[in-house]
């Protein structure tokens, strides 16, 4: 058994916490959300991230972290804390570390502010600190998840030992957990796939059919792979659980926060009417942002997700977003 502390109540931290207490786990949960945590202390059920999933009576909720970390030697710590609020979760860490620890990080995106991916922000920012890093990503959506449907994860990490450790805790008869070492490639992926989705969504929203819907992912799968190798990501990791596996399930599932935002601004909302009406985050729609300044400044063709962000941000319409994706210049598919 293994003590493992979840910083982060949403949907999926909710999910992992529970799933890691019936693996027979010691696993405290904190939530930023006051009323969350009662909710999920006194009925145990988060109703408004993971509604209608009844979790274990043994998953501690806790208000105060940091003066747990102090009277606590745990194994594992989960981050599940939307990606731009990281640095906060991780400067509180610093000051109460002082053993070694496992980190595993499931936000996935770009900060906007630094262009940099989660496990450069965790570097920096738990620097002196004794820990290992790994990540969990890939294709699974905790709506289906938490009713225990057969999935499948990666856990990565430069270091294969602690993916390996990761891989174990995880690892069910309903979750098939995997390992890889291509961390960049890994948390690429999941960052990309975000921003996909959202152009995916506008597509169903307009109601473009097959077709379209299908070039366009398989176009987006071509762009995240010359962005990953800019980065120096092996470009088989895209065709793999974080890559073409997380793209399959974000870009069509209705659990998707971002698609749904896509498949909204198709219907006419506005950007941000339809976040603000959202209990969940949009990873995709902060992290573009950080993207489009890597492409401009790297001068990387990305003409998808360059034309997603003048849709977000600079009101571009979705009509000119597709002319001019359908009208550049030809060329050779590879």
Not at 71 to 93: H, M, S, V, W, Y
Not at 126 to 146: M, W
Request: with cysteine; charged share 25%.
């Amino acid at each position: 058994m293994s003590k493992v502390l979840v910083l982060g109540g949403g949907g999926f931290g909710t999910c992992l916490s529970n799933l890691l207490t019936e693996n027979g786990n010691d696993v405290y949960l904190w939530e930023y959300n006051e009323k969350v945590r009662d909710v999920i202390r006194k009925e145990h059920e988060n109703t408004v991230f993971l509604p209608g999933i009844k979790l274990s009576e043994k998953l501690k909720v806790v208000d105060e972290y940091q003066k747990l970390l102090g009277e606590e030697k745990f194994d594992f710590i989960l981050l599940a804390t939307p990606c731009q609020f990281l640095r906060g979760i991780l400067k509180n860490l610093k000051t109460s570390l002082t053993y070694k620890v496992i980190i595993i990080n499931i936000a996935k995106g770009i900060e906007i502010a630094s262009k940099k991916r989660m496990s450069e922000v965790v570097e920096e920012e738990l620097d002196g600190c004794d820990y290992e890093y790994g990540i969990l990503t890939g294709p699974t959506h905790a709506e289906d998840l938490a009713k225990k449907m057969p999935s499948a994860i990666l856990a990565a990490s430069v270091n294969l030992e602690t993916a390996e450790k990761i891989q174990k805790l995880f690892n069910n008869d309903y979750l098939r957990v995997y390992t890889g070492t291509d961390l960049i490639g890994a948390e690429l992926g999941g960052a990309l796939k975000n921003c996909l989705a959202i152009a995916a969504g506008m597509a169903d929203g307009l109601e473009l059919g097959d077709n379209s819907k299908a070039a366009l992912l398989t176009r987006g799968i071509n762009e995240i792979i010359r962005i990953g190798e800019y980065y120096g990501a092996d470009p088989k990791t895209f065709f793999g659980l974080s890559g073409l596996g997380d793209i399959i399930v974000t870009c069509t599932s209705k659990h998707s926060r971002n698609r749904f935002v896509g498949e909204q601004l198709g219907k006419g909302r506005k950007l941000a009417e339809i976040l603000e009406s959202m209990n969940g985050i949009s990873e995709g729609s902060e992290t573009i942002k950080a993207l489009h300044n890597i492409i401009v400044d790297e001068n990387i063709n990305a003409p998808i997700f360059t034309e997603l962000y003048k849709v977000l941000y600079e009101d571009e319409t979705l009509e000119n977003l597709f002319y001019n994706l359908m009208s550049r210049k030809l060329k050779s598919e590879f």
